[in-house]
């Protein structure tokens, strides 16, 4: 999502309902380099699961 994707993905990703990244900066840089929508973009987090 970094760098410009094709016509045929960057009309799929306008067309979904969300789209999820796991940062506000992969979030920034995906739409300023596709020109995407950020308020379809949802956060999820990376998580490490320290219980092993």
Known sequence: MWE???PRTKTILRKAAGIWTISRYT???A?????LDEAK???L??????SS
């Open 4 to 6: 410009p994707l094709t």
């Open 27 to 29: 979030r920034k840089l």
């Open 31 to 35: 739409c300023s380099v596709n020109q």
């Open 41 to 43: 973009f949802k956060m």
């Open 45 to 50: 987090p990376p998580a490490i699961d320290d």
